[in-house]
């Protein structure tokens, strides 16, 4: 069971289905022997961890890489208005 589920809940969702999604979600959540929130909670957060660790990792062939690689280590391109910013006096702290 997911680390969700077990710890206590003091945050609330509400979420509006059709008649339809309600009878899906009801059967299967009896069918795993869950109630509907753990049967939402657990598919909501194994959803929302496999999104997030996607993207997470950046995957790319050894080319890209290369590129990528050469791009970080070239210098950037200069811009005036930022040059200008940083040469003036800093804002004196109250």
């Known amino acids: 069971m997911s ?3 077990a710890k206590h809940r003091s945050r609330r969702i509400d979420v509006r289905v059709t008649d339809t999604q309600d009878a899906l979600i009801r059967e299967a959540a009896a069918m795993a022997g869950e109630n ?18 996607s993207r997470r990792h950046l ?4 080319r ?3 590129q990528f690689a050469a791009a970080l280590d070239s210098p950037g391109a200069s811009v005036p208005q930022l040059r200008e910013l940083f040469a003036e006096s800093p804002i004196p702290e109250a």
């Open 64 to 66: 890209a890489f290369q």
């Open 59 to 62: 995957v790319m062939s050894t």
């Open 36 to 53: 509907v929130t753990t049967f939402l909670l657990v598919a909501a957060e194994q959803r929302a961890s496999e999104l997030l660790e």
């Open 3 to 5: 680390n969700t589920v």
